[in-house]
């Protein structure tokens, strides 16, 4: 299995102010053969499901606020929010879709300093 | 917009069998994969299995010994069961709709509210 590990667990920061979320893969989901990573972001507001935020790595989702950036290639990425809204609170995770089973990182909770 | 909703008991007594239910409504069950995933109370996800339109599933290993996933595109619903459950397996179990790129499940979206489920005796 591919194990996804994100760092920090947690993390507050001031409303206004950026956030970075890590997430690594115990090996590459960069599919060679289209060059596309094989990587999702998700948010978990409390007492909701996980809502779909990011795919192939950096690509938006229709309707997320482009505060929301994903970048990184092979085993390291990471989910940005650029200007924390107090809306944002919430745990995020990562996902990737290169094999199966299927393996989610165990989450960063983003807090209001 | 497709919405998924999970039904089914909310306890179930150890060793017996989970079983639940998500319907599909606002949209077609057609060419999607169809997952069940859960989450131990404040814990992570874990991807239990899924299963295609046509019939063919992917299961996790961790669970695929004991796990059943089955669809009835008539109803537009798709099921879960686990066998022999035990405490470990209390989790909100969530629905969820895969989507596809190049025939294979890649992202999961729309997500069920999800139902929590106790394996308690």
């Known amino acids: 299995d591919i194990v996804m590990t994100q760092s920090p667990d947690s993390l507050a920061v001031s409303l206004g102010e950026r956030a970075t979320i890590n997430c690594k893969s115990s090996?590459?989901?960069?599919?060679?053969?289209?060059?596309?990573?094989?990587l999702a972001w998700y948010q978990q507001k409390p007492g909701q499901p996980p809502k779909l935020l990011i795919y192939?790595?950096?690509t938006r989702e229709s309707g997320v606020p482009d505060r929301f950036s994903g970048s990184g290639s092979g085993t390291d990425f990471t989910l940005s929010i650029s200007s924390l809204q107090a809306e944002d609170v919430a745990v995020y995770y990562c996902q990737q879709y290169y094999t199966t089973p299927l393996t989610f990182g165990g989450g960063t909770k983003v807090e209001i300093k | 917009q497709v919405q998924l909703q999970e039904s089914g008991p909310g306890l179930v007594k150890p060793s017996e069998t989970l079983s639940l239910t998500c319907t599909v409504s606002d949209g077609s069950i057609s060419i999607y994969y169809w997952s069940w995933i859960r989450q131990p109370p404040g814990k992570g996800l874990e991807w239990i299995g899924d299963i295609y339109y046509s019939g063919s599933t992917n299961y996790n290993p961790s669970l695929k010994s004991r796990v059943t996933i089955s669809v009835d595109t008539s109803k537009k619903q798709f099921s879960l069961k686990l066998s022999s459950v035990t405490a470990a397996d209390t989790a909100v179990y969530y629905c969820a709709r895969g989507l596809t790129s190049r025939g294979r499940l890649v992202w999961f979206d729309p997500w069920g509210q999800g139902t929590l489920v106790t394996v308690s005796s």
């Open positions: 192939w790595a950096s």
């Open positions: 090996q590459s989901v960069l599919y060679s053969s289209n060059n596309k990573n094989y």
